[in-house]
């Protein structure tokens, strides 16, 4: 571990994010030792604290936290490294103070000072903090590198993505850049790296010669709840699908990198993005569903005829050599039945059935299914003779529980390794500039397909309960090309809505 001196900037400290994550991240971090020795944290905000005042916000915030309350003492040796500038983004003179303030802090110290500013403030912003980090020479490598961590989302679409990625690119070099989906720092999302690429037996079978089809659910029981402003003018595409969703599929799809190095694994991250097929106005329209729970419209914040969708379900198609034609169905909403987010892997059936099949056995293909949460794990379903007379099958779960197969270790937040990595300037798990402008170009015919009033007819925005699976227009969607939704982790009892 580097002993070099080190600030994490926090810009926006005092936010939604840095007291529910990047504060308790930092601190279970400095508790396991897994910082940088004497790593300071400066959070940088509007609100006029002092550095005590902020960290007793801090900590009457978020002692419930990361296991704080309990360590009271780690608690006051970690808040004596942070400290708090007040100032505003849009003022370069803040930046100025900021500055004056990180170099008093690094006098007395020879050589090195890094800093990893993290941008935790609202994305309107994000391109004027990158200007005026840099207009305060806050950027300058002269003595320890400079890293920032954006927040997404990245952009609303590929033509502001795109100039956000100029805006910052003048100021930082990519290598500099760690555009962060906390979704890749989840411990089950990385072990979908390890699943398919250390272990020998599902290489040879993880094709369109024997997958069938692949489905990715990501569902929330929770509503909007006071998010409503912000999410009426974003949706569930912008939100969900162009991002988490497409992250997974990719790496469900991705081809495997000679070296498990950051820039090796995001090529081939990026390949199977350029291999989504982009279908012509009407196929698209008919290869997506769009729901918005009843109750939406009355939600704070939310225009009393809005038309965002809370809920998407779609199909997608790689065309390469692995996946062609094999259908990925992707979906996520909020207000669900359930929270959970899922990979179902479903295999082709055999080619000839011998046996005869008991009533619980509800297919005769095999499915795997990586529990992505809850129930973190790995489930394979097969099936087995049932004991007595006759061939009677009964469809049966193989299942591996990170909690029961790690009872000592729990599974870290996904800030903690993503903080971690940027720390050590490990950019794997941060999504590099020309992931980001394709994952747009994919999303962004849909959105704009739906947006045109022409599309009401041909792809409605269906009502669904808040408590369901969603609108049952996403069950036709695989019907139709004979299949159903399958739920494979959890506790569910039911396929489908
Ligand atoms: P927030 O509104 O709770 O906090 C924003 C912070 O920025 C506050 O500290 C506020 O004082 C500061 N701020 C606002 N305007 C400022 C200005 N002009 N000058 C200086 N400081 C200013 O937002 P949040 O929920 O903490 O989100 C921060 C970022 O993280 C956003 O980009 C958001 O999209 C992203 N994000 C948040 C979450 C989450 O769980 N909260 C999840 C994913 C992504």
Redesign the pocket.
Known sequence: MTEESTTVVI???????????LVPALFTLACKGHLPQGLRVVA????DYSDDRYREYMWNGAREIGGLAARRDEWEMFAGNMYYVS????DPH?FDRLKHRLDGLDKGEDGTSNRLYY?????R??ETAVKNIAAAGLANEDNGWRRAVI???FGHDLESAQKLNRAVQEVFDEHQVYRID?YLGKETVQNLLVFRFANAIFEPIWNRNYIDNVQITVAESVSVGDRGG?YDQSGVVRDMVQNHLLQLLTLVAMEPPNVADSESLRNKKVEVMQAIRRPDRGELLRSAVRGQYEGYLGEDGVGEDSMTPTYAAMRLFVDNWRWRDVPFYLRTGKAMADKVSEIVIQFQKPPHSLFQRGPTVDMSSNVLGICLQPDEGVHMKFQVKVPGQGMEMETMDMAFHYDSGFQEESIPEAYERLLQDALAGDASLFIRKDHIEEAWKIVDPLLEAWSDERSTADAPLHAYRPGSWGPTAADDLLSRDGRTWQHVCGSHEANGA
Request: aromatic share 10%; proline share 6%.
């Open positions: 810009l926006g400290g005092t936010g939604d994010l840095a007291l529910r994550k940088f905000a509007r609100r100032g505003d983004i849009d803040s941008l935790s403030v609202a994305p912003l994000f927040e997404k989302p906390h912000y």
